[in-house]
């Protein structure tokens, strides 16, 4: 999985952000990103916050295991996962994990 990548630090994830969504959800895979879409708009960090907190939430971790590493203003971003492999990770965000 392109989108997961194990370091001695934790999981980084490569992350694409769709803002202003329907409701939170995880998408599935989109090239070599996890597409994520967030009912926040990208305004003044809110996507952002709303994205840690999404992930902190369906990961069933503290939000201090879940660190924005770039793309503060973007829609592609790298995350840093502490806490979890990269298999409990993919298996608790997509349903056909592989």
Do not use: H
């Not at 992350?15 to 967030?38: E, F, H, S």
């Not at 590493?69 to 979890?84: D, E, N, Y």
């Amino acid at each position: 999985m392109d989108w997961l990548q194990e370091t001695p630090q934790g999981v980084k994830l490569s992350l694409r952000i769709a803002p202003r969504a329907a409701r939170d959800a995880v998408q599935g895979v989109l090239g070599d990103a996890l597409k994520i879409r967030l009912t926040a708009p990208p305004v003044e960090g809110q996507a952002n916050a709303a994205l840690l907190r999404f992930l902190s939430d369906r990961l069933e971790l503290p939000a201090s295991q879940v660190y924005l590493l770039s793309g503060l203003t973007g829609r592609s971003k790298r995350v840093l996962i502490r806490g979890l492999s990269a298999a409990e990770i993919c298996e608790r965000l997509l349903a056909d994990c592989k």
